[in-house]
């Protein structure tokens, strides 16, 4: 037990030297900046319920699967809207260690609205995090704090 201790112990040493950066609060797998466009490219919509979950396919797991581009992107949100039809937007509210795991997390609010006069219009708040530099970004179940979507859909 002694040996397979010391092995674990320094391969996660090794994984600390020449692994990913290391955030303030933990490892990170995010970027320092463009988390919006990240998020377009990365975020695994499979990990979540969403107006998309019908047309979702093992092949289509993110928006650029799903061949959309965000119509805006700042240095914490990405705006798609489809012609006509939807708005989805996710916007990032901090960035930090929230679930206390070792992994960078953000906090995120996830809005889904129909555009053509439909009633679907949510706002959910979302722990999102990424455990590998090649892996997708994917939602946690974590409570997050109420604040997080501001004009939560009724």
Partial sequence: MIKLTRI??????S???????QAAS?????????LGRFLSEKFDLATIRSSLGPRRTPAK????????????????SAVFLTPGDWLYELRIVGRGDFNG???EDLKVCFIDRA?????????????LTRYADAGYVIALRYSVDEGTCPNYAK
């Fill in 15 to 21: 994984f600390l030297l020449i692994g990913p950066s």
């Fill in 115 to 127: 555009l053509n006069g439909g009633t679907y219009n949510t706002a959910e708040a979302m722990l």
């Fill in 8 to 13: 674990v112990n320094g391969l996660f040493f």
């Fill in 61 to 76: 797991r993110t928006f650029l699967d799903f061949g959309m581009k965000p119509s805006q992107v700042t240095e914490d």
């Fill in 26 to 34: 933990g490892v990170s797998y995010f970027p320092d900046r463009d």
């Fill in 101 to 103: 795991d070792g992994f």
